[in-house]
């Protein structure tokens, strides 16, 4: 069987600064899960080419058609039962043992930075596993979801409720304590990584940028030029699968060199 191949070498300056700083934060979008085998929303195979968001992604195309939305978004689930983390997320969970203090802010409802280790991890969109009550708001067992008959959508056991995904979609605000939690580690980041993200939803999007403002080195990971291309301090080009582990090993190797290595 033949070696895997090295990682591609990150950029000099990016390996120095995360080397030199105290606190590190990311923000994740769907391009981190792709490789997963999860689509992504904007791509050209993404999921808004083929579903209309306003058609599956509001509060009132829930509530005109709760079975479908609760049908689409068993699909997903479906989809991500057969995934796991892949060696993008499990990079930037070797990249937080590496620094003194590392947010993980994911715009990712898939729970896939969980599972790959990481421990601090911001969830802005919320998550796909969990179901609540839009009426009592008592969060739901997977079994409600098992619809009893066709057209009929899924509804709480105790109220009659229909129970949606605890996720955010368009128009909603996002959860407060997650959004400030998330400035706050924008604001005080010493290095911003974006990756896998078009940059394109606000208010997630603003956060690479308050970072830079605040003085953040920000790097963007990505295979294509998002919204953000133009105010990043370094790009690096290719999957973040590839990328991020080769950035893991070149901080682990600036670690190993340092007279004082990994306590700093
Ligand atoms: C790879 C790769 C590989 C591929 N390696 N890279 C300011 C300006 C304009 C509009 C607004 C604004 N402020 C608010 C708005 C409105 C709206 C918005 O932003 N609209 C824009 C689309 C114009 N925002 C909202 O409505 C938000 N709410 C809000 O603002 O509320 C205000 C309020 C306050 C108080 C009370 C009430 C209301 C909510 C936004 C919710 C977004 N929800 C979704 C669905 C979540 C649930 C679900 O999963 O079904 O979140 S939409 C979708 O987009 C999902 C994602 O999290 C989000 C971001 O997408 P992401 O992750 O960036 O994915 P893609 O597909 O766009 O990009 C993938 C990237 O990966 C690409 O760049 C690829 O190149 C790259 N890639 N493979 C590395 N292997």
Redesign the pocket.
């Known amino acids: 069987m033949s070696e895997p191949s090295p990682s591609p070498r990150p950029p000099t300056e990016l390996v120095e600064r995360l080397a030199g700083a105290d606190s590190v934060a990311v923000l994740t979008?769907?391009?981190?899960s792709?490789?997963s085998g999860i689509p992504?929303?904007?791509?050209e195979d993404?999921l808004?080419q083929q579903y209309d968001?306003s058609e599956?992604?509001t509060m009132e195309a829930f509530l005109s058609q709760p079975d479908v939305v609760q049908d689409w978004?068993a699909h997903?689930r479906a989809i991500l039962e057969e995934a796991g983390p892949n060696d993008?997320h499990r990079a930037l969970a070797r990249l937080e043992a590496m620094v003194p203090s590392f947010t993980c802010i994911t715009?990712?409802?898939d729970n896939l930075h969980q599972e790959a280790g990481t421990e601090h991890v911001i969830e802005?969109?919320?998550n796909?596993q969990r179901n609540y009550c839009v009426d009592c708001e008592e969060e739901a067992s997977e079994s409600v979801l098992e619809r009893l008959e066709e057209g009929e959508p899924a509804r709480c056991p105790d109220c009659g409720g229909l129970i949606r995904?605890d996720?955010?979609?368009?128009?909603?605000?996002?959860p407060r304590e997650a959004m400030e939690a998330a400035q706050a580690a924008a604001r005080s980041a010493d290095v911003f990584l974006s990756?896998?993200?078009?940059?394109?939803?606000?208010?997630?999007?603003g956060l690479p940028v308050t970072a830079r403002r605040r003085g953040a080195y920000l790097a963007e990971?990505?295979?294509?030029t998002?919204e953000i291309t133009d105010l990043v301090d370094e790009v690096v080009r290719?999957?973040?699968?590839e990328?991020l582990p080769g950035l893991a090993d070149a901080l682990e190797s600036a670690d190993s060199e340092s007279p004082n290595p990994s306590g700093r």
């Open positions: 979008g769907a391009g981190i792709a490789e992504t929303f904007r791509d993404g808004w968001p599956l992604a978004y997903r993008g715009q990712n409802v802005l969109h919320g796909i995904p996720v955010v979609w368009f128009g909603e605000a996002l990756v896998g993200t078009s940059a394109a939803v606000h208010p997630a999007a990971f990505n295979v294509d998002t290719g999957p973040a699968g990328t």
